[in-house]
């Protein structure tokens, strides 16, 4: 099975920036998409952003125009630049990594990592 390590969240004003990493490892050698999830208290984990071995990308509509998702392939990392960022962005961020698009975009995954913690306060 894949391992997901997050990391890069924390406390920013609003219209602030943030840059997410996310390392995958595992049993697996090459991964055909990897892809970034949130939630918010009381909320589904909702698809934020996803990327192909290709480099095709999917956004959630709520983040196009703010957010970029890019990938490393050899090294199986991912990168979520957050710029511009709203209160409304406050959840806890998930990577996880599959090589079905069809379980990213229904995030079907048997684990996911711990997750990090982004906060948009003033």
């Known amino acids: 099975q894949v391992q997901i390590v997050e990391s890069g969240g924390g406390l920013v004003q609003p219209g602030g920036s943030l840059r997410l990493s996310c390392a995958a490892s595992?049993?697996?050698?090459?991964?055909?998409?990897m892809a970034w999830y949130r939630q918010a208290p009381g909320k589904q984990r909702e698809l934020v952003a996803a990327i192909t071995s290709g480099n095709s990308t999917k956004y959630a509509d709520s983040v196009k125009g703010r957010f970029a998702i890019s990938r490393e392939h050899a090294k199986n990392t991912v990168t979520l630049q957050m710029n511009s960022l709203k209160f409304e962005d406050t959840a806890v961020y998930y990577c996880n990594a599959d090589n079905s698009w069809t379980s990213i975009i229904t995030a079907d995954f048997g684990s996911w990592g711990q997750g990090t913690r982004v906060t948009v306060s003033s």
């Open positions: 595992g049993s697996i050698f090459t991964i055909y998409a």
